[in-house]
């Protein structure tokens, strides 16, 4: 048996060998290719699963609802993509990765507690309205935002019915949650990409103010945060923040939120 002399230099770099696919083995990249660069759908999409598990209590089948949940999140991106681009095979290894995840926990649930069927069709319904967005190439349209708004606010209701509880107990934090996520929408289109709009730092203001007065009647407790929420979004387009700092400013609304409702429920 022979061997090659090693002929590399001193100093010389190297590079990471490829992947089967030709890709090379980065683990930054890798994590790019199978995590979509959405930061602030993570706070739409736990708030209203830790709100209803708060109110509600933690049920075992809460576990495997939460992954199916989260790699459901996943599966629909790529699955957009793939609509929006006209290429599904580009997006493959990630429609399947996350399908191979997503149907056994969400059958899971399904078998634990088969009334959360009940909820396919609004699934259904809202899940066409993004498909439809994503094949148009408008998935920053506002209607389209407001359908993915929805859909997280169901989750609540989901959450509810896989502990056994009636869901009208969290229609009022329901309905606090939706207010502010749909407030969300419009104030962080004032803030990048439609920064500068009149029309849209109105339509922001105005909508706050509504849901001031909204949440008031809900519970007086919600109003200081929706306050502070409706002089967030008339103060802060002003400012020239980047896209990074306008997360962080949200998560922390977020959790004042989640504070307000469970202490107002």
């Given at each position: 048996?022979t061997?090659r002399?090693d ?5 010389r ?10 890709r090379s083995a ?10 979509p660069p959405q ?8 708030l209203?699963?830790?709100?209803g598990?708060?109110l ?5 089948p ?8 989260l790699a ?14 006209r290429?599904?095979?580009r997006f ?10 997503t149907a ?8 634990a ?8 069709p609004?699934?259904a319904?809202?899940?066409?309205i ?9 998935e ?11 859909l997280?606010?169901?989750?609540l209701?989901?959450v509810?019915t896989v502990?056994?509880?009636?869901p009208v ?9 939706l207010?502010y996520?749909a ?5 962080v ?8 709009s009149t029309?849209?730092?109105r339509?922001?203001?105005?909508y ?13 407790l919600l109003?200081p945060?929706f306050?502070v ?5 008339a103060?802060?387009p ?6 990074a ?8 609304c977020?959790l004042?939120v989640?504070a307000a409702?469970?202490?107002?429920s």
């Amino acid at each position: 048996m022979t061997t090659r002399p090693d002929t590399t230099r001193p100093g010389r770099r190297t590079h990471p060998p490829a992947d089967p696919g030709g890709r090379s083995a980065n683990p930054g990249r890798l994590v790019r290719r199978f995590v979509p660069p959405q930061h602030g759908a993570w706070a739409m999409l736990l708030l209203p699963y830790v709100v209803g598990v708060a109110l509600v209590g933690p049920r075992w089948p809460h576990l495997p609802l939460l992954v199916a949940w989260l790699a459901g999140y996943l599966l629909s991106y790529y699955a957009f993509q793939a609509v929006k681009s006209r290429r599904p095979r580009r997006f493959a290894a990630q429609l399947r990765v996350y399908a191979l995840v997503t149907a056994p926990l969400a059958l899971t649930v399904v078998v634990a507690r088969p009334a959360v069927l009940w909820y396919a069709p609004a699934y259904a319904v809202l899940l066409a309205i993004n498909a439809w967005y994503a094949w148009r190439r408008r998935e920053r349209a506002l209607l389209n935002d407001l359908a993915s708004v929805a859909l997280s606010g169901v989750m609540l209701l989901v959450v509810a019915t896989v502990a056994g509880v009636a869901p009208v107990r969290v229609l009022p934090a329901l309905a606090a949650l939706l207010l502010y996520l749909a407030g969300t929408v419009l104030y962080v289109k004032t803030m990048i990409r439609e920064r500068g709009s009149t029309t849209y730092l109105r339509a922001s203001i105005a909508y706050h103010l509504a849901a001031l007065v909204a949440a008031t009647l809900l519970d007086v407790l919600l109003a200081p945060v929706f306050l502070v929420l409706l002089v967030r979004a008339a103060v802060l387009p002003a400012r020239r923040l980047r896209p990074a700092q306008v997360g962080v400013i949200e998560i922390v609304c977020s959790l004042l939120v989640l504070a307000a409702v469970l202490v107002a429920s």
